[in-house]
């Protein structure tokens, strides 16, 4: 038995309602809107200093808000898309209309990325602007955006870990508590679990956030794309490290696959989300490469 664990914080995860409508407010939907504001406000000192472009900014920043309205669909369509393709296609090709209701939750991170791709290749294609560099700007702010998002999945709290005997383990409220197999975790009758969700967001928010402003102040945004493959390479390998502490999707676990693995490797796996993150690695390590082999924008 475990002697050191830590009970999960009394949090609401509403955090206001308005009254009048009675209307409660997610902590879940203030991460979203706080980084995509925090990502706006950025991006717009980015193109307010062109000396880290090499000379001249990839788009005026009065243009980002128009940007910030695409990327918003963008992550919005795409997010629930790839839930709704990835993760539970069965379920929603009965319940069609239940595709929409968002509200009732499940977004899938890679499918808001894809999202947003193709929202700025479209807005950079219609107003004729740099989409390497524009890529980049969207790289360098998008880690805010994870870490905000995984402190909302810890609050709520969902897409806990496995039951773990580590002193930082979290006994989550609910489900969580009741499901733990085996001794591992056991802390008194109830399951403690690793805070995968803080992992996440410290690897992704805080680490791929710190590396990428560090680079960019040696001149990163100078190479067009280098930014982006780097995000590519650094947010596939953090959310492939941590999915080996993560509790697997309901949907994928079975009695004979008690892992949740959707590729069998004898007796290893892969989950469903490093099945997606394997191609932003190799993708994004393309792109670094292509950047890094052409010259720096502004060298003679």
């Known amino acids: 038995m475990l002697p050191l664990a830590i009970a999960f914080p009394q949090i609401d995860p509403n955090a206001f309602v308005i009254p009048v409508l009675d209307l409660p407010i997610r902590w879940y939907a203030l991460a979203y809107i706080a980084g995509l504001l925090a990502g706006w406000f950025i991006i717009m000192r980015l193109m307010k200093a062109p000396t880290l472009w090499g000379g001249q900014a990839p788009m005026p920043a009065k243009q980002v808000e128009d940007l910030l309205t695409w990327v918003i669909v963008g992550v919005i369509l795409g997010g629930r898309l790839g839930f709704v393709l990835f993760y539970e296609p069965a379920w929603y090709l009965s319940h069609p209309l239940e595709i929409v209701m968002v509200w009732k939750g499940g977004m899938s991170f890679h499918g ?41 999945n810890f609050i709520k709290p969902e897409l806990w870990g496995h039951p773990t005997d580590v002193p930082w383990g979290v006994i989550f409220p609910g489900e969580a508590a009741q499901t733990c197999l085996g001794i591992a975790g056991q802390v008194d009758g109830m399951c403690a679990r690793h805070p995968s969700q803080l992992y996440e967001g410290g690897l992704e928010g805080i680490v791929l956030g710190l590396l990428l402003w560090v680079l960019v102040s040696r001149g990163l945004l100078r190479r067009p794309g280098a930014a982006f493959g780097i995000f590519l390479m650094g947010y596939g390998l953090s959310r492939a490290f941590v999915e080996l502490f993560r509790q697997a999707d309901p949907q994928f676990v079975t009695a004979t696959n008690p892992m949740g693995y959707v590729v069998q490797l004898g007796q290893f796996g892969l989950s469903m989300g490093q099945v997606l993150s394997l191609p932003m690695i190799i993708i994004g390590l393309a792109i670094l490469i292509r950047a890094l082999r052409r010259p720096k924008v502004g060298t003679a």
């Not at 700007?137 to 880690?143: I, T």
């Open 112 to 152: 808001g990325f894809l999202g947003t791709v193709i929202a700025v290749w479209f807005y950079c294609r219609r107003h004729n602007l740099p989409v390497w560099s524009v890529g980049d700007a969207a790289a360098v702010v998008a880690p805010i955006g994870l870490l905000l998002g995984r402190i909302a």
